[in-house]
């Protein structure tokens, strides 16, 4: 699976920007998908993440209520809409697939290249 992250960009505060991840491969209907952060002098943390359905999603505390992570699996995409922004937001967000459904970046196998937001406040 090959993952290309988009929809980056700057927004102030209360913004809304909304993320999208295009992936190759036959494997992205049977992937689950999810969103990492990575900001300045920071670990990746966990955003999102959705199963291969979209049956079933889950949040970090950050971005519950605020944050929607869906798909199309038609179109190979994977989404993350993010409202409220906050400038603690600031970040590279990545999008990834693995086979198994996990908060954890180790588990998944494959990575896009990054999209970069920046909130100002």
């Known amino acids: 699976v090959q993952l290309q992250a988009s929809g980056g960009g700057s927004v102030q505060a209360g913004g809304s920007l909304r993320l999208s991840c295009a992936a190759s491969?036959?494997?992205?209907?049977?992937?689950?998908m999810g969103w990492f952060r990575q900001a300045p002098g920071m670990e990746r943390e966990f955003v999102a993440v959705?199963?291969?359905?979209?049956?079933?999603?889950s949040y970090a505390d950050s971005a519950k209520g605020r944050f929607t992570i869906s798909r199309d699996n038609a179109k190979n995409t994977v989404y993350l809409q993010m409202n409220s922004l906050k400038p603690e937001d600031t970040a590279v967000y990545y999008c990834a697939a693995s086979s198994r459904y996990s908060i954890r970046s180790a588990q998944y196998d494959y990575w896009g290249q990054g999209t970069l937001v920046t909130v100002s406040s």
């Open positions: 491969g036959r494997t992205f209907s049977s992937s689950v």
């Open positions: 959705i199963s291969s359905s979209g049956g079933s999603t």
